[in-house]
């Protein structure tokens, strides 16, 4: 099966090709695409399962047993993609949920959803080693769910970014202040956003309600579009950048009825062309979307499409009187 246009390195430095007039807007003015639990294409079906089990993952467990881990692989992945192919697609954006391992020694964190994946410092390094070669290209890395976690795996954490990520760390400012004019001057290329109270006072965490990400929680697309829109309207106007999640999100009866299909077959692929219409159908700049998320990135030419809006706001400004 081909990939979709958006996928492979055509977007690899997208944000470095804008013209001058959006790369002195700010970043929260633009349209950049994200992924939904980003780091979901490859889980661990010989590890435990994960402490953030939803309802539906603890039915899969407890009707299933030796056969719930591979059933549970269909629902618990989001994303095909790796992070250097989901970068080389153009997501700039990406949705991280970590853990610990109960019981084992040592401070090492996993990324998660439902199933342990990969190491943390795997995956960061990979996103720095994309950095190192495309240096105009800024990521959002959002860390919104922790579990399992003490204070010290916390500590190592923070450490860990600050470590791999260096003098490329943005700090945390006016979010108003923030263009790529003023991130390529700096030199900074990642902002990183930790919802927990362990990164207040580290001037390089940037705290969770500067990015909000209003989460719909439906299986109805037509429910979700509705939330989509209603929270652009109340969008804050100020201090914070906007995640629209265009995702849908399974229920028991839902896993129940497409067991054996899968999250991607089941829920999102019947789906994605109502998903894609009202994408198509948005506007970035100061009322509009900013950044949207989806799941199975690769499946549409989303990124492309996500990146393209913002010719939006350079025909608008050639519409302006002089």
């Not at 153009?90 to 949705?95: A, E, K, N, P, T």
Request: overall charge neutral; hydrophobic content about 40%.
């Amino acid at each position: 099966m081909t990939r979709p246009a958006g996928i492979g390195n055509v977007h690899a430095d997208w944000m470095g090709s804008l013209p001058s007039k959006l790369s002195a807007m700010p970043l929260k003015h633009l349209a950049v695409p994200g992924s939904h639990d980003s780091f979901t294409f490859w889980v661990d079906v010989h590890a435990p399962v994960g402490p953030d089990q939803k309802v539906y993952v603890k039915y899969l467990a407890t009707m299933f047993s030796v056969l719930a881990k591979k059933v549970m692989v269909r629902w618990s992945m989001t994303q095909n993609l790796t992070f250097k192919e989901q970068l080389d697609a153009g997501i700039r954006y990406f949705d991280l949920r970590v853990s610990a391992k109960p019981g084992e020694l040592g401070n090492e964190i996993y990324f998660i959803h439902g199933l342990f994946g990969h190491k943390v410092r795997d995956g960061l390094l990979e996103i720095s080693s994309f950095l190192g070669r495309h240096r105009k290209e800024v990521v959002f890395l959002d860390f919104n769910h922790y579990y399992a976690m003490e204070a010290e795996h916390h500590v190592y954490l923070i450490s860990m970014l600050q470590e791999v990520f260096g003098s490329k760390l943005c700090n945390n400012c006016a979010v108003e202040n923030v263009t790529l004019d003023y991130l390529w001057e700096k030199k900074y290329q990642v902002i990183v956003f930790y919802h927990h109270p362990s990164a207040q006072g580290v001037p390089v965490m940037w705290p969770g309600n500067k990015i909000p990400a209003p989460w719909a929680n439906t299986t109805e697309p037509i429910k979700l579009i509705e939330f989509l829109e209603t929270t652009l309207k109340e969008r804050d106007k100020q201090g914070s950048f906007h995640v629209s999640q265009a995702i849908l999100t399974p229920t028991v009866n839902t896993v129940a009825k497409g067991l054996l299909w899968g999250l991607r077959s089941y829920l999102v692929e019947r789906n994605l062309p109502t998903i894609m219409s009202w994408v198509e159908a948005q506007k970035p700049g100061v009322d509009g979307v900013n950044i949207i998320t989806s799941d199975f990135v690769d499946l549409t030419d989303f990124a492309n499409i996500v990146i393209k809006l913002n010719n939006l706001l350079l025909s608008e400004q050639n519409r302006k009187p002089r």
